[in-house]
């Protein structure tokens, strides 16, 4: 069974740094792209990115490009998203999420984590 | 970056209703149209890909049509299970793969 585990809610300062985590688990891990979608407080979904973890190779939108960095463990079947300063405008739950075989849409979700940035 | 729109934003039904909700992309997408499901406080759902291929698992009340710039998500027989916040997502050719903005479904 494929599955994605997402690590805890967070509560974080402006200014402070974060990574959070994402580990699959029922399958090939680096034969998928893996993708994160943020959803802030009342909204919809965005698209953020998307890595493959066979060799890194990583897509942004632009509407996040520079803003954070999706990253992956290979050999721990973990995907990462990371800010390096925070913002309260950062206030969202984050999903992770996986292509489907051989395609671009996201069959599988993580639960989401919550991330709450406030001072 | 192809913008998606849905519409309606929100809309009311009964249960045993047949609804329609709409996705127009900003440019062809051909069939890379895909439709999920998301209940408050849970992550999205898979229903349909590849703009009329149901997921497994899917009740076959769900529908999708639809090629180029336009799309639908009928719901037949409206079960009170699906009211529910419905989103497109495109992944035509080269990322970001963007979502419509939702459409939330809701009891009447």
């Known amino acids: 069974e494929v599955q994605l585990v997402q690590s805890g809610a967070e509560m974080k300062k402006p200014g402070e740094s974060l990574k959070i985590s994402c580990k699959g688990s029922?399958?090939?891990?680096?034969?998928?792209?893996i993708g994160w979608v943020r959803q802030m407080p009342g909204k919809g979904l965005e698209w953020m990115g998307v890595?493959?973890?066979?060799?890194?190779?990583?897509r942004y939108s632009p509407s996040f490009q520079g803003q954070v960095t999706i990253s992956v463990d290979k050999f721990i079947s973990t995907a990462y998203l990371q800010w390096s300063s925070l913002k309260a405008s950062d206030t969202a739950m984050y999903y992770c999420?996986?292509?489907?075989?051989?395609?671009?849409?996201?069959?599988?979700w993580g639960q989401g984590t919550l991330v709450t940035v406030s001072s | 970056d192809i913008q998606m729109t849905q519409s309606p934003s929100s809309l009311s039904a009964y249960v045993g209703d047949r609804v329609t909700i709409t996705c127009r992309a900003s440019?062809?997408?051909?069939?890379?149209l895909s439709w999920y499901q998301q209940k408050p406080g849970k992550a999205p759902k898979l229903l349909i890909y590849?703009?009329?291929s149901l997921q497994s698992g899917v009740p076959s009340r769900f529908s999708g049509s639809g090629s180029g710039t336009d799309f639908t998500l009928t719901i037949s027989n409206l079960q009170p299970e699906d009211f529910a916040t419905y989103y497109c997502?495109?992944?035509?050719?080269?990322?970001?793969?963007?979502f419509g903005q939702g459409t939330k479904l809701e009891i009447k």
């Open positions: 440019q062809s997408i051909t069939t890379y």
């Open positions: 029922g399958y090939s891990f680096t034969n998928y792209w």
């Open positions: 997502q495109q992944s035509y050719s080269t990322p970001p793969y963007t």
């Open positions: 890595i493959y973890p066979g060799d890194s190779d990583t």
């Open positions: 590849g703009a009329s």
């Open positions: 999420a996986r292509h489907a075989d051989g395609n671009t849409h996201f069959a599988y």
